[in-house]
């Protein structure tokens, strides 16, 4: 039986920042999306302030992620 295990970055209620993107202001992840299918996507949605809804990669794993892409924890306030 094929066991899948993802690496999840972010979780719901963390406050991020786009660190080539400061412009965009603190982010807050308000949705997880996670494919039931084994070896499908795992998606992050953020609302920025200044920059609205994005939606990202979240498995550490991929070279996709989002954390590649410059998405940091912050300790800031949303």
Not at 58 to 68: A, E, G, H, M, Q
């Amino acid at each position: 039986m094929f066991r899948e295990v993802r690496r999840l970055y972010l979780s719901v209620g963390e406050t991020v920042v786009h660190l080539h993107h400061p412009e965009w202001g603190t982010g807050l992840v308000v949705e997880e999306i996670n494919s039931t299918v084994p070896g499908g996507m795992s998606m992050v949605r953020i609302e920025f302030k200044h920059a609205g809804l994005k939606t990202f990669n979240n498995d550490i794993d991929s070279l996709y992620c989002c954390y590649y892409a410059g998405i940091r924890r912050c300790d800031e306030e949303y």
